[in-house]
């Protein structure tokens, strides 16, 4: 950042705006992405701006339902491509779960744009929706999707999920895991895994989470998955944003 300090207090979340703001500015991200990225920073404010052990926990089950899935995909909006691109084009390879561009506010032009700023970070195959497979039960742009992406997928990735496909997404029986700085959203609410913590900060954890689990056998994976309850962590975060509010 040119005329912000390194030792501002909120350097760090004002890196941040700026780097949506550059997406907004290359067409990756909408402007609605924008106001999305002002209520993750207001939850982030009350959680501490720390990753908490829920924020831990759901790493963990995260990473243990992407190596146990037959058929994962990673799913990106414009919000996720402008902040970790490189976290996501890494997780696809070690995972071998395609990246698929899926977005709420219909733009073919937005979804090229964020294909190729994905490619431009290492990406090799980016799935795009193909205008006719579609999700039942989705009202929105998000209903399109690719016949061999998210169409097929067991257990589906995605940061910044609203909460009408998620719904519809477990309704069709697929696993959802999600990074949402509220957990109070229907995503949140929804999902089957919920990482509550900004993905700047969850995707570098999963990544080292997916590496240390690789190394263990799919019998841990399963205990894992077994163990983790959704409400439970999303309990905690809660919590701590009411005690940060009586704070
Ligand atoms: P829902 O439809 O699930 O109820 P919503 O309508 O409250 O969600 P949206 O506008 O669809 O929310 O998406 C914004 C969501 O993304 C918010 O819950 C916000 O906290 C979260 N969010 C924004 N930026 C980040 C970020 N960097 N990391 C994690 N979560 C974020």
């Given at each position: 950042m040119s005329d912000v300090p390194e030792s501002h207090p909120r350097y760090e979340s004002l890196r941040l705006r700026e780097r949506i703001i550059a997406g907004v500015e290359?067409?990756?991200?909408?402007?609605?992405?924008?106001?999305?990225?002002?209520?993750?920073?207001?939850?982030?404010?009350?959680?501490?701006?720390?990753s908490g052990a829920w924020a831990d926990r759901a790493v963990e089950a995260t990473a243990a339902y992407?190596?146990?899935?037959q058929r994962p995909v990673l799913?990106?909006?414009?919000?996720?491509?402008?902040?970790v691109p490189d976290e996501l084009v890494r997780l696809s390879a070690a995972t071998g779960a395609p990246l698929e561009v899926n977005i709420f506010h219909t733009s073919s032009d937005r979804e090229a744009a964020i294909a190729r700023h994905l490619r431009a970070h290492g990406a090799g195959d980016v799935l795009l929706p193909d205008g006719v497979a579609a999700l039942e039960g989705i009202e929105s742009n998000r209903r399109f999707v690719h016949p061999r992406g998210i169409l097929r997928a067991d257990v589906i990735f995605v940061p910044l999920e609203d909460g009408d496909r998620c719904?519809?997404?477990?309704?069709?029986?697929?696993?959802?895991?999600?990074?949402d700085l509220n957990p109070l959203s229907r995503t949140a609410r929804a999902a089957t895994v919920?990482?509550?913590?900004?993905?700047?900060?969850?995707?570098?954890?999963?990544?080292?989470?997916?590496?240390?689990?690789?190394?263990?056998?799919?019998?841990?994976?399963?205990?894992?998955?077994?163990?983790?309850?959704?409400n439970s962590v999303l309990a905690q975060a809660e919590n701590r944003i009411r005690s940060a509010e009586e704070a």
């Open positions: 290359a067409g990756v991200t909408s402007p609605h992405g924008l106001i999305a990225h002002g209520r993750g920073e207001a939850y982030d404010y009350l959680l501490g701006e720390v992407l190596l146990r899935a799913s990106v909006n414009g919000n996720a491509a402008a902040l719904q519809a997404l477990r309704r069709l029986g697929r696993e959802v895991l999600t990074v919920t990482i509550v913590d900004n993905v700047i900060r969850a995707l570098p954890a999963l990544l080292e989470q997916i590496r240390q689990l690789q190394q263990q056998p799919p019998s841990h994976w399963q205990r894992i998955i077994e163990a983790f309850d959704n």
